[in-house]
């Protein structure tokens, strides 16, 4: 009686990109050392989206990126669309990557009758057919316990405080939160910029406006100080460059602005460009159009650190290993 022989299939790693970043998907596949899988995706005359993969899709382990700039229902929706067409196309693990996470703002109620929106996406996600979820800097860490599933929290600290520690003395820095609920990533922020002294702004906020903060004054020291002003995004620039405004007002030297990810919603390029901010470091974890761009903006590529996480997790590796085990 012979015995058959049985060879686990190899798995095959696979890269799709939606149509909202395309850019950001071709620099990882560079750094991946692969091409992003070619597909067919256009939209009917009443805005639905159809998308096709051009080649066969079955085994293989498929990582979904999709940025969400305006309109970002769309594509969310297109994101959704690409992972169906993948768990119906026979794909042995689907992980979506966003690096920029939609409707991250609203992961609580602050009311009653409200959403809890961020909740919603992941179970979207979750029902489309993905398996895991890699993700930039979230808005808050408890969206990770919304998923079911692996949830890889990635964080662009590291990008950005290194351009710090390359463009600006440490001797005279001062790492600035916001608000009082950053005050924990500012923490780390001055850990690795040489145990710099901490201060943030303290704030109002009417939960009737969006978009729209009074920024009071400011706790700790900053006077002659270079400040280094932290946040995870910066949509219409009111709350930084207010920010800005009261640090100048304290004594602030240069005010430097480091944050995730860049929305910049009108009138956000307006606002920073005349803000006095001496530079504002984003990284492209958003599509930046060129009318968005000004003087003192820098772009950094998220690029290397997706593809480290991408490798990490289809090679079965640890994913805390790229931040020192401290993630």
């Given at each position: 009686m012979t015995t058959a022989n049985w060879t686990d299939n190899q798995k095959n790693l696979m890269l799709f990109s939606g149509r909202a970043h395309p850019e950001l998907a071709e620099q990882v596949a560079k750094e991946l050392g692969i091409e992003v899988t070619p597909q067919t995706a256009r939209d009917f005359a009443n805005g639905e989206i159809f998308v096709r993969f051009e080649e066969s899709v079955r085994g293989s382990d498929a990582f979904v990126l999709q940025s969400h700039p305006f309109p970002l229902n769309q594509w969310l929706m297109e994101q959704l669309i690409?992972?169906?067409a993948l768990k119906r196309g026979s794909a042995k693990r689907i992980t979506a990557i966003l690096p920029f996470y939609p409707y991250a703002r609203q992961d609580k109620k602050h009311r009653g009758r409200e959403p809890i929106s961020a909740r919603l996406v992941a179970d979207l996600l979750k029902t489309a057919g993905a398996d895991r979820i890699i993700t930039v800097d979230l808005?808050?860490?408890?969206?990770q316990?919304?998923?079911?599933?692996?949830?890889?929290?990635?964080?662009?600290?590291?990008?950005?405080?290194?351009h710090i520690r390359?463009?600006?003395?440490?001797?005279?820095?001062?790492?600035?939160?916001?608000?009082?609920?950053?005050?924990?990533?500012a923490e780390?922020?001055?850990?690795?910029?040489?145990g710099a002294p901490l201060a943030f702004i303290h704030k109002t906020r009417d939960p009737l406006v969006p978009n729209q903060v009074k920024s009071n004054r400011v706790v700790?020291?900053?006077?002659g100080r270079t400040c280094i002003l932290i946040d995870d995004m910066i949509d219409t620039g009111g709350t930084i460059a207010g920010a800005v405004k009261v640090l100048k007002e304290a004594g602030a030297g240069d005010v430097?602005?480091?944050a995730t990810h860049g929305v910049l919603s009108d009138p956000a390029a307006e606002r920073l460009a005349s803000c006095g901010a001496k530079e504002v470091v984003v990284t492209n974890t958003l599509p930046i159009s060129d009318d968005k761009r000004f003087d003192t903006l820098t772009e950094l590529s998220i690029a290397p650190l997706l593809a480290r996480t991408i490798r990490e997790v289809f090679e079965n590796g640890s994913v805390t290993s790229l931040f020192n085990g401290s993630a």
């Open positions: 690409m992972i169906d808005h808050t860490d408890q969206i316990g919304f998923f079911d599933g692996p949830v890889d929290h990635m964080h662009a600290h590291s990008q950005l405080a290194d390359e463009g600006y003395s440490l001797e005279h820095i001062t790492v600035v939160s916001p608000d009082s609920g950053r005050v924990r990533v780390k922020w001055a850990d690795s910029l040489g700790g020291e900053v006077e430097v602005i480091a």
